[in-house]
């Protein structure tokens, strides 16, 4: 870590004393704006190297499941360089969708079909190009989930995809009901409390791929629903290892925050509308059980829960949905290691409701926590049009339980 024991103001008189005796100007007053300048810039590398930049906080339940991260995924233990022009966590979320590469990755799509007579979009990454795996049979398998409503061609999953293509991992993406073009064939969409698709996509890819080691990777909702059916399944899942991340832990508390006058004009009004274009596509179909006109006014997150999803999985307040919904409730559950990752300054899961003390009392839960990233952001780089944090501790994950998971048995 750079020294930060000078005097910020010592340094910005300095700079004023040479550039008043050194910077030759053509015009009055041009030294002492650019004395101003850089008198500036020193104040911003100094809150920036003092305030914003720190190493991440690791919490675990156990000695065991910390030391090996800390032994195979070293960026755990790395200071966090957030972008130094865009490091607040909104500005992260925002930017992030817009200023990040989209890796090319071509699929193979495949419809699988539900106990309730509907189907469900698979995107298949085959990787038949590995080199390190070149027998499909035993390929490792990246299952990875997306979020609210998120399809394969997020950012976010195309540079997962890039990053397990390099380590020659095969990855599928489970996409939810009706939101990657395909048609609902019953009147049910998806939530992050209902983990039967989910299960169904597991059992599916297990009876397909039974040799290959299966592990998954959630992303903000997908993260909340991969945890809520690790919670459920205990130990009765084939899956060996997960990594979440952004996820919202305490739902309850995410909307808190996502009602915020600030925050509810730069997201929440944004993903209600996302989410009732993607009920109307359906809307011959979902109107036959829901008031889909009533739905279409809805003005929150919360309004359209109360409207339409709640209501759909059964739940008899949006409240009952919302508290099954939240996986703080359950990580005891939890059995096999799984790592989370979040920032403190995260708006969709603010940093307060981060279940430190969950995490603590389960040997095979760790989560890493940054004081900044955003949500789905942990941009860094000057330009980070490629690989973030996120993408480093995704690949150094994955790989670490796929060539080393022997020492995590018995967690």
């Known amino acids: 870590m750079i020294a930060l024991d000078f005097n910020l103001n010592v340094l910005t008189r300095d700079l004023s004393l040479y550039l008043e005796h050194q910077v030759k100007v053509g015009f009055f007053g041009s030294g002492v704006g650019l004395s101003l300048v850089l008198g500036f810039s020193a104040a911003y590398t100094c809150y920036y190297l003092s305030s914003v930049v720190k190493k991440p906080q690791l919490v675990t339940g156990g000695e065991k499941f910390c030391h090996f991260l800390k032994e195979h995924c070293p960026v755990v233990s790395e200071t966090y360089y957030p972008t130094f022009w865009c490091w607040e966590g909104r500005i992260q979320t925002l930017i ?5 590469a989209k890796p090319w990755v071509e699929y193979r799509n495949e419809f699988i079909k539900t106990a309730d007579g ?4 698979l995107d298949w990454f085959d990787n ?3 080199v390190c795996y070149p027998d499909t049979a035993s390929r490792p398998t ?6 609210l409503t998120g399809t394969s061609r997020e950012s976010y999953i195309l540079h997962m995809i890039q990053q397990s293509d390099a380590l020659g991992y095969r990855c599928v993406v489970f996409n939810n009901r009706g939101v990657s073009g395909e048609r609902l064939l019953t009147p049910r969409t998806y939530c992050a409390a209902n983990t039967e698709d989910l299960e169904t996509v597991i059992d599916h890819i297990q009876s397909t791929h039974s040799a290959a ?3 998954a990777a959630g992303v903000s909702m997908g993260g909340m629903m991969l945890a809520n059916y690790l919670c459920r399944a205990g130990r009765e899942t084939s899956l060996r ?3 979440v991340f952004s996820a919202g832990w305490d739902v309850f508390e995410c909307t808190a925050s996502l009602e915020k006058p600030l925050n509810r004009f730069l997201f929440n009004s944004y993903l209600t509308s996302c989410l009732q274009a993607s009920v109307n596509r359906h809307r011959q179909i979902l109107e036959k059980l829901f008031d889909i006109d009533h739905v279409m006014k809805a003005k929150t997150i919360q309004e359209f829960d109360e409207r339409f999803t709640s209501i759909m999985f059964g739940y008899a307040t949006n409240e009952e949905y919302y508290k099954a919904a939240s996986p703080c409730h359950k990580l005891k ?6 790592l989370c990752l979040n920032a403190v300054d995260d708006v969709f899961s603010p940093g307060h409701a981060i279940p430190v003390e969950a995490a603590k009392q389960n040997p095979n839960l760790a989560l890493l926590i940054t004081s900044h990233g955003g949500h789905i952001g942990f941009l860094e780089g000057i330009w980070p049009r490629h690989s973030t944090y996120m993408d480093r501790v995704f690949k150094q994950f994955m790989q670490a339980v796929i060539e080393q998971g022997s020492e995590l048995e018995n967690l």
Do not use: Y
């Not at 990246?142 to 979020?147: A, E, K, N, R, T």
């Not at 559950?333 to 799984?338: E, H, S, Y």
């Open 333 to 338: 559950c939890v059995q096999i290691p799984v």
């Open 213 to 215: 080691p299966l592990l």
């Open 118 to 121: 509907g189907q469900i979009s």
């Open 142 to 147: 990246i299952l990875l989930l997306p979020g």
């Open 96 to 100: 992030r969708p817009f200023i990040t």
């Open 128 to 130: 038949d190009d590995s």
């Open 241 to 243: 290892a997960a990594a």
